[in-house]
Each structure stands twice: as structure tokens, then as C-alpha cells.
């Protein structure tokens, strides 16, 4: 009789398998499959178990794929991969570096210069914009602001 269920269950587990579980979800829904055919059996005879057994795991499939429809796929916090975006240690210190240079750069450029390049670069506001605040030409901000590029550029080279 062993024999027998060996075959029903593995019939009953290729049958989920068919219908895209994986085996391990297979072989849980089996299991539930032939603890409710056990429970039931308790109070009433069944007359084919094989066929109870079968249609008690499908169902159980079909319930757990509506409730990770209507509930989304539940995933354990140790199945999640851990990403730690967060820099290290030595590209932190680099960019602090990085910062305090670019401030030197900057402090090396004129008054004028350096401010009419950070409210491009900075406060985004636009050629025009910035001429008509400073009363300059278009062309004369061009300039102002390709002459803080290229300097902070050259002093900023190998940082």
C-alpha cells in the first residue's frame, strides 16, 4: 500500500509542477494536501483519495496564487539582498578633500567672476539672467564664466 500513495503523491506533485510551482512549493502543498485528507478521514470515509488528494493541493494552489495576487509576494527579510549604497570610508575622505580645493579654486578667482560663475553653476540661472542682474552683455558673461571654467578645471586637474 506504501507503494500506491509513493506513486499518488508524486502524480499529484508533477500535476503542480504542470502548473508552474516550484518543487518546493510542491512539495508543500502535498504535504497540506494529505494532512486535510488525514483530518477528514477522521470523521468521514473517503472513497477515492487518491482524487481527494489531488483536487485538495490544486486548490490549495489556486488559493495561494490569489492571495499573492491580492497580497503581493511575500518575501522573508533573509531572502532580501542587503545593498549598502552608502560610500566608503576612503571616498568620503576623497571628496572632502575634493571640496576644500574646489573652494581654494574658487577663492582664487575674482569676485566678480567666481560670483557670476556660481549663479550659473550653482543657482542655475541663465547667461541672460545674469546679465541683466550685473548689467553686462551676454557675450561679457560668456566670458566671465568660460575664463572660471577653465581655471578651476586646470587647478582642480589631479584631484
Known sequence: MVGNW???LARVRAALLRRGRTRDDAD????EAWVRLAAYERD???AQPEAFL???ALNLSIDAHRARAAHGEQLLVDDLPLVDTAPSAEATVLARERLVRLGVCLGRLTERTRTIYLEHRIDGMSYLQIAQRHGLSVSAVEKHIARATLLVTCWMEGW
Open 6 to 8: 509513493k506513486a499518488a
Open 28 to 31: 508543500d502543498l502535498v504535504q
Open 44 to 46: 468521514t470515509p473517503v
Open 54 to 56: 489531488m483536487r485538495a
